[in-house]
């Protein structure tokens, strides 16, 4: 309930994502909820992942902001992609130019432009920003802006449906003329 779901989802949609691993391999996108992996990989304190891959933060709030009553919300989400890529040589004499990198961005683009998770409307592309300061492990950061109804504050889940009341007589009268 509530923005657990669609993080499910965006990570179940992402590893749809067929991709070539360091290995020449056709294998899913590897994705995960971001945590600032590749600085704590970079630092040694976090194991290496599989790349090509995918990170998902959520940035809630900003513009749209709203009660709508009955304890739910609603207000734009901006969905922060961090993609990764590693190109160590192409071997064609482009040193330092991973074009693979902007190939996973197109396709992430594609992949989730207009999808809809639970409670939100069709994703959008917003942003795309690029690490120029990086080794051979390329950083794409690409944002997806939606709407998300909040339901966890739902106060609804308390009522109760009842029927009418049983106890009820009607006295009714029928008559097969019209007076005037």
């Given amino acids: 309930m509530g923005i657990v779901d669609p993080i499910r989802e965006m990570i ?3 590893t749809t994502l067929n991709v070539v691993n360091g290995q020449g391999q056709t294998v899913p996108l590897f994705a995960r909820v971001w945590n600032n992996q590749f600085a704590q ?3 040694g304190e976090y194991d290496p992942f599989p790349r090509p891959c995918a990170f998902v933060e959520i940035m809630k709030g900003g513009s749209g902001d709203s009660g709508l009553g009955e304890g739910f919300a609603g207000y734009d989400v901006t969905w922060r ?3 990764s890529h590693e190109l160590y040589d192409a071997g ?3 040193m330092d ?3 693979g990198i902007f190939d996973l961005k197109d396709h992430v683009i594609d992949l989730l ?3 809809e998770m ?3 409307s069709g994703l959008m ?3 795309e920003e690029q690490d120029f300061n990086h080794s051979n492990i390329y950083h794409y950061i690409v944002d997806f802006k939606c709407h998300f109804i909040e339901v966890a504050g739902d106060q609804t889940t308390a009522d109760i449906d009842s029927v009418p009341p049983v106890l009820l007589e009607i006295d009714a009268q029928f008559t097969d003329t019209i007076t005037e």
């Fill in 81 to 83: 992609i961090h993609l």
């Fill in 113 to 115: 432009t207009y999808f």
């Fill in 125 to 127: 592309c917003i942003h």
């Fill in 12 to 14: 179940a949609k992402l």
């Fill in 92 to 94: 064609d004499g482009t």
């Fill in 118 to 120: 639970v409670y939100c």
């Fill in 41 to 43: 990989e970079a630092l």
């Fill in 97 to 99: 130019q991973d074009l």
